[in-house]
């Protein structure tokens, strides 16, 4: 069955999505998308926390619709654009960390009849967030959001998004594989979600009998460091890749029965804009755009990666564009009977790879291009970097230049009684920020497998490419020249709209 750009546009006419993250950098392109190419489009539900109506339609209007991004369809729509976004988008203040999406009872039953697609995007992507956060929100937030999907009269489409880092830090072809329930990356584990949730209670209850009671900075520190203990226990390196592995798996159990389409988007890094409504436009910082910001700052004069290593990335509009054709690829009217849950890599590294010297190259092309000016009016010179191949050499470089100082400053402090107590605390605690910031990024620099996207392929063999409309839900990783996107959109972006 072939599809083209003219289909894509047809489907959200006369729809009702629902769509959750929508104030995050994905939500906001897809919003945007739909809004843009079908004006038709029945109405865009976003749920978003607050505590009432107003607070939820003003903060989707001040970090959602006032952003640069919709500049085009402002434009567009000239005067008629806030009557426009009003007649279309409706903001619900909700939290899919409860029972019910946290909606009245009355609001939620409206939206069950309602509702045609559900996208959800709303994650925590901290690395090392608190465990209980991530659980609730990674977790518990895809079960809720199923509970309501099943009650839905005319649901069509259920498109979950995760991350393709899910799969942990292997080697080799990673594939379209969705995750089963007690699934876990380490041998002879069995990863049971509702122990993992009730470990979380009895440990907050253990830490408030000892009187480390609520919103103490003793609790947060105890829940980051329990879920960096748990992803590791069953082989994941961060606790955003091992709740949202979680959360696929409780997908999975809840849609068992066949009765809704699920898909699961899975990118890779996602960077910014490529195409459309706004080259370069980002919302912030991941996880290799530290590297241009360090360098366009100049406080970074080394790094951690191995610079003939691919670095999985693929921008942003293409994720969404690839959402937008999967979602209508599924829906029931187009598609035979699906197996349950498809997944999909929105990624770059089997069809178009690009290395961390590609990025390097662009940024240091970029700079000695266009050269920093300083507040005094004078040029900052580009520095080369120094890159770390390994994390052991990076280990063992803090260690001589940083580690034994500290310790002789240690020494020092205690002969002189204490005087440079708050010098030595503040480079110590400098010190284990970085340490820790290695260790929790470290695996990233040096992932070394390859995602297989043959699922998302087939489905950009079903898209005609014939006309320039066509070219608006482009995303094949194939069509991306790096060099060009990293040197002339990708890092002007970055410091444009992260760098501010």
């Not at 409206?110 to 559900?118: E, F, Q, Y």
């Not at 700052?297 to 054709?325: E, H, T």
């Not at 970029?366 to 994390?391: A, C, Q």
């Not at 006309?467 to 970055?494: A, C, L, S, V």
Request: hydrophobic content about 45%; aromatic content about 10%; glycine content about 8%.
């Amino acid at each position: 069955m072939m599809m083209d750009a003219a289909r894509i546009v047809e489907y959200f006419k006369g729809k009702c999505i629902l769509v959750t993250g929508s104030t995050g950098f994905l939500g906001k392109i897809l919003v945007e998308k739909i809004l843009r190419v079908q004006p038709d489009v029945r109405k865009i539900y976003l749920l978003v926390r607050a505590v009432d109506e107003p607070s939820a339609k003003q903060r989707v209007q001040q970090e959602v619709i006032d952003t640069e991004l919709f500049g085009l369809l402002r434009e567009k729509h000239g005067k008629g654009f806030q009557q426009f976004v009003e007649a279309k988008v409706v903001a619900l203040a909700g939290d899919i960390v409860y029972d019910g999406l946290g909606l009245e009872a009355a609001v939620l039953d409206a939206l069950a009849k309602d509702v045609d697609v559900i996208v959800n995007i709303a994650a925590t992507t901290n690395f090392y967030e608190r465990y209980d956060v991530s659980l609730d929100v990674n977790v518990l937030g895809v079960k809720h959001l199923c509970m309501f999907a099943k009650q839905c009269a005319r649901l069509r489409m259920l498109m979950h998004v995760s991350t393709a880092f899910v799969s942990g830090f292997r080697e080799g072809l990673i594939l379209e594989k969705p995750i089963k329930p007690g699934e876990s990356l380490r041998e002879g584990t069995y990863l049971d979600v509702d122990a993992e949730l009730r470990l979380v209670k009895e440990v907050k209850k253990s830490l408030a009998a000892n009187g480390d009671g609520d919103g103490d900075s003793t609790e947060r520190k105890a829940m980051k460091e329990l879920g960096l203990r748990r992803a590791r226990h069953f082989g994941w390196s961060n606790t955003y890749v091992f709740t949202k592995a979680m959360g696929e798996a409780v997908l999975g159990q809840q849609l068992r029965g066949g009765d809704v389409p699920v898909a699961v988007m899975r990118p890779s890094i996602i960077t910014s804009v490529r195409r459309d409504p706004l080259p370069g436009w980002m919302q912030g910082t991941r996880t290799i755009d530290s590297i241009i910001i360090g360098y366009a700052k100049q406080n970074l004069s080394c790094f951690l990666a191995d610079l003939r290593l691919v670095m999985d990335v693929i921008p942003g509009d293409m994720v969404v564009n690839a959402m937008m054709a999967a979602v209508v690829a599924h829906s029931e009217a187009f598609a035979p009977p699906l197996p349950q849950v498809v997944v999909y890599h929105a990624t770059s590294s089997l069809r178009n790879p690009a290395t961390y010297d590609v990025l390097y190259q662009s940024g240091r092309r970029h700079f000695y291009e266009n050269p920093r000016v300083g507040k005094d009016g004078r040029v900052i010179p580009t520095r080369e970097m120094y890159f770390f191949t390994s994390i052991a050499r990076f280990h063992l470089y803090m260690t001589l230049i940083y580690k034994v100082p500290l310790e002789i400053l240690h020494l020092v402090n205690l002969l002189l009684c204490g005087l440079l107590s708050r010098l030595y605390n503040d480079l110590n605690r400098k010190y284990k920020f970085v340490m820790h910031l290695v260790d929790v990024y470290g695996p990233f620099a040096f992932f070394k497998g390859c995602f297989d996207d043959i699922n998302l392929e087939r489905l950009r063999l079903a898209m005609a490419m014939k006309t320039p409309e066509d070219q608006m839900f482009n995303f094949d990783p194939k069509t991306i020249d790096w060099d060009d996107y990293f040197t002339r959109i990708h890092i002007p972006g970055i410091l444009k709209y992260v760098c501010k």
